[in-house]
């Protein structure tokens, strides 16, 4: 997964996310850290094979995500896509030695109805360089779709068996407008970029 190139103007630390490692690191160690950290969303932990992250992601991080996640549920409302949210649903697999947590996850057209369910989508935010390969992890716990957003730009990758391949657009949501989703991105507000979108749609 490419990492975000950090602008030579964010010096200052309170922009960027913030990573650390433990390796090696068990899953057991894994599984610990959770628990210890409860129902809060950060750090958010990632594990894989031995090596394990935690992120505390900048305001201008959940920032992105947060407006992101916005106009597509707006999307979904105006045309009718039953859209389930998750928020950063733990997902984890002892045996492939793995477990992330997206910025955002979604179901498409049903409901995640147990803890072994997988979202249809999930959603990675990249701000800061650096990092675990997050289509490494997520390609075996079997999340069918990812898509990284990274400052104005919007990737798709599909599971094809074992690997992630790129795709032009969601397959979930082919009907999905992604210009309009990054034009409505760039709203210097969260409620000015879904106001916009809901505009563009009625159209």
């Known amino acids: 997964m490419t990492a975000a190139k950090v602008s030579p103007a964010l010096v200052d630390p309170s922009t960027m996310d913030h990573f650390v490692y433990r390796n090696p690191a068990t899953f057991r160690d894994y599984e610990a850290l959770l628990e210890q950290r409860g129902d809060s969303s950060v750090p958010r932990i990632t ?23 916005r106009l597509l549920e707006a999307w979904a409302e105006e045309k009718g896509v039953m859209f389930e949210g998750f928020g950063s649903w733990t997902l984890k697999n002892r045996e492939k030695q793995r477990g992330a947590e997206p910025d955002e996850c979604y179901t498409v057209g049903r409901r995640a109805e147990t803890e072994e369910d997988r979202p249809d989508i999930a959603i990675e935010v990249i701000w800061t360089s650096g990092g675990i390969d997050k289509l490494e992890v997520y390609r075996q716990l079997n999340v069918r779709e990812v898509w990284i957003y990274e400052r104005g730009t919007l990737q798709f990758f599909s599971l094809r068996g074992e690997q992630y391949a790129p795709i032009a657009r969601s397959e979930f949501l082919p009907d999905l407008d992604v210009a309009l989703i990054l034009q409505c ?19």
Do not use: N
Request: zero cysteines; aromatic letters at 4%.
């Open 47 to 69: 594990y894989l094979e031995g090596v394990l992250e935690l992120m505390t992601p900048s305001r201008y991080h959940e920032g992105d995500k947060k407006k992101l996640a």
């Open 185 to 203: 991105m760039t709203e210097p507000t969260q409620g000015g970029a879904v106001k916009a979108l809901r505009a563009a749609l009625r159209r």
